[in-house]
């Protein structure tokens, strides 16, 4: 009589604990049912109580009224992550109380009120392995036990004020965030005991609160996300990392968005390495991933003029002209010089030069003696080879050179952006840089993309330079033309206009002067003095 009067009043504590929560499913009918009559995977042998596996009505601890089991003792791995303001500690309150069970170090049916544990059917002692038994290490789960106050807001803008919450996602004592802030242990009317619908990331956007993405598949947390035993530890992340979680999506499967075929040609960004994350202050340890270019949080489809940031790489980090952090590039380029910018180690020239140049932001710099137009429009105010779309006080995006061979801005059908191509270094279209390579449209496809090859205004019509002479010869653009720019620190109006700047292995000193030397002369006219190709130049004077 006695265990049947204890089953009763323990009924009635839970019943009317759901109940009191406003929801109307009992545990009976949830896997927390871990008596012989419950319907999930792990019951008890013969044990007919529900409620004791968690409650007694009599001897029970001082944790909590009612309460009748052990608390774990093991120290925990606990979450850490660079984006993380908030500082976890091992868990306390009622997180410890769940993890009674789900850490695994405590059998099912050890309980306070009984001698000798409960037996559990199919020789069950512990929670299976997988997302319900946690284990100690707890730096693959949402973090727990911190306070979640105003004092985190002024360093996260994506957290929402706690005062604000609805009244299903409660905290703790002293404002700490709990395993029961996002799970009702009675009420599994949701799914996963959450204490509300999550549906369209409900649940996650009461306390996260993301900018706006049109792409309906990125306003989805659980699309990328997953909030226990994530692969990718630090960013909860559905693969091991962030560029695996982007390519379960960006794949062989979707040819219009397919990245996956990109990264896997010749010349890619390297993102070999499963970068777990990346670094607030810059890109992480040489490698790149997805994140350090876009935010998934915030992409928009549609396009933009240069030098304006693309929709598609959303609210994303960058390093501007001047080379000062920002939280927010508005210039493509800004983007690009967080890694091709202010390294350490720089990014060493593709081609040997003579003036050699590991910063691309200073190539490129407003005050750089001669440069394409990225940060600003070009200074040569004589271009008479340009297509139409383009002119002298033009502006382009670093991705109008670099990106995927096959993409639409290549006359492709693939996705833009440069995350691969099989022409080197990571380029649209072919450029030969090698000596004696002979002339023609797809030798020098990359340049001819925006300057006419032919006609009165071509390349080859020596409008502005004997350039048909040279190319004739097998000798390369690159010989002679760096292709990014030259520092104002490092070259001068009058040697290194026009983005001259000798590739070092091609072009070698003036056998008699000893200068290996450009001189402008004035608009289409100047002399070198160099040699090259078996031919000395000492000084050789061109005007048109």
Known sequence: MKSIH???????????????????????DTPHNLSAGGS????????????????????????????NRYLPVSAYSVYTSSSLDANPGQPTGSS???????????????VISRDQNIQMSAGITTLPPGSSNLGTDLSDDHPISFPYDTLLLPNNPHLIDPNLLPPEVKLDANSELQCTTCHDVHDN????????????SALCYTCHQMPITSVAAHNECSSCHQPHTSPSGPYLLTADGITATCLTCHNFL???SNIQADIQKFSTHNITGSVLDTLSSGPSGGQVSC?????????????AEAPVIHPSLGQVSGINASGAWITKASAEYEVCFKCHGDQPAGIPPYVSRQITQSNTRLEFASSAVSSHPIVGPGYNSNVPSLKPGWTESSVMHCSDCHGSDTSKLAGGSGPNGVHGSNEEPLLIARYET???????????????????????????????????????????????????????SQGNLIN??????????????????????????????????????GENHSAKEYAQ
């Open 434 to 488: 090698a000596d004696n390579t002979p002339e023609s449209a797809l030798a020098y496809a990359l340049c001819y993309t925006c300057h006419w090859r032919d006609g009165n205004d071509g390349i080859l019509s020596d409008r502005s330079f004997p350039h048909s002479s040279h190319l004739k010869q097998n000798i390369s653009c690159a010989a002679c033309h760096d292709s990014h720019g030259i520092s104002s």
């Open 96 to 110: 410890k109380m769940c993890l009674s069970c789900h850490d695994g170090t405590i059998a099912v049916g050890s």
């Open 254 to 256: 979707l040819s219009e």
């Open 40 to 67: 999930g995977p792990v019951r008890a042998a013969t044990e007919a109580q529900v409620c004791i596996f968690c409650h007694t009505s009599h001897n029970a601890s001082l944790i909590q009224p009612l309460w």
């Open 291 to 303: 994140t350090d270019c876009h935010d998934p949080h915030s992409m928009m489809p549609g396009t």
């Open 189 to 200: 009317s949701f799914g996963d005991f959450l204490v509300m619908d999550n549906t369209d």
């Open 6 to 28: 204890q089953l009763g009043v323990l009924f009635v504590v839970c019943f009317s604990s759901a109940m009191a929560m406003g929801q109307g499913q009992s545990i009976l």
């Open 496 to 533: 290194n206009s026009h983005l001259i700047n000798f590739d070092t292995s091609i072009v070698f000193p003036d056998q008699i002067t000893g200068f290996l030397k450009y001189e402008s002369l004035g608009i289409f006219s100047g002399q070198c003095y160099m040699s090259c190709h």
